[in-house]
């Protein structure tokens, strides 16, 4: 078992089944010594700030760990994985809400936890006014791996 | 005439004309093996889920012979073209409409008829409420060059 | 002084203090010769198109020069940096405004001022319907370092 998963044992998380991505396209695409994962959205649907404000960094966080599977079912070892280089996050939000970093913490802080230091990452919180599937956030998310 | 063209040709469409961008950059930037192109709008304007749904598709679709046109101003030779790497697509829609990702397939199965296994491609498709121009969609990809 | 440094002098302009990260993030994040920098929201806030169509080149102007101010504090000397790759630019605006690229140009030319043709970036310029802190704009920049 990989470090990674270790440590998402120690929290008490786990992965879950990689879902298919819902059309033609892959679930990421390695360049070099980066991997672009297609962006993945949330769970969770509804608007932040109207429907869905108090969930929304907890959805974030997990759809870190579908992310993960993802990844996992793509390159099969997490620990290829050496860094976390950029997030972009895209927040479903009505147009008086604009607190959008608290919602991506939730899936920055637990990249931290999991991977420390090389889990710090540049990052974007952009908000919009839909996301495929009436979903809360959609997060794209670029690795490093080794 | 690289295989790509041929390929076009095959499926009876053309490049076009190479647009000039409409301000201060480039159409395409090359960084290593990864080849960073602008942003592009669809020439259809108007609103998915309200103006425009039954051709967002096709838009798509024509908005990938615009962005190949450009990188064949820029590199001279498509077949320079070893991978997509990753389409983000901003889809200008209505609050109410969902299915971005139907719309970014017309993109996406185009790059897969021409490039095969190489034009497989992780993909972000987002909804915004206002593109340049009033313009349906806008592309955005980068490649990976041999 | 780095070179830039003197371009700014002599354009009399300065990069003024880094600002931290509002959130568990970094400014900016290094992989191999592509530097990604955290998307910056600008200092200026409201709507383009209602509440701040005149000023908003300007701010993307001012949103470039904290960017630098966040890039050499992280690499210490801004003249590693050896292109600038892409240029994201997030617009808030009204439904109705469309040219969010005469707003980009603020920040498109400050860079060739300061780089010349190292400077030339490809780029996107999107509306969306709400930014974090209700700022007017947000640029995120892939930059290339020696």
Excluded: W
């Excluded at 993960?68 to 079912?73: E, G, Q």
Aim: aromatic share 4%; charged share 25%.
């Amino acid at each position: 078992m990989s470090i990674i998963e270790d440590k998402l044992n120690t929290l008490g998380l786990e992965l879950g089944p990689a879902k298919s991505s819902v059309a033609n396209y892959l679930g990421c695409k390695r360049a070099g010594h980066l991997l672009f994962v297609a962006g993945r959205v949330s769970e969770l649907r509804g608007e932040v700030g109207t429907d869905v404000t108090e969930e929304a960094a907890k959805t974030a966080r997990d759809t870190v760990l579908a992310i993960l599977s993802i990844i996992k079912k793509e390159i099969n070892d997490l620990d290829l994985i050496s860094g976390v280089v950029k997030i972009q996050g895209f927040i479903r939000s009505s147009p008086d809400f604009n607190n959008h970093p608290n919602v991506l913490d939730g899936a920055s802080d637990l990249l931290v936890e999991l991977l420390g230091d090389n889990g710090r990452h540049a990052r974007t919180a952009t908000g919009v006014n839909q996301l495929p599937f009436g979903a809360t956030l959609q997060l794209d998310i670029i690795m490093q791996l080794k």
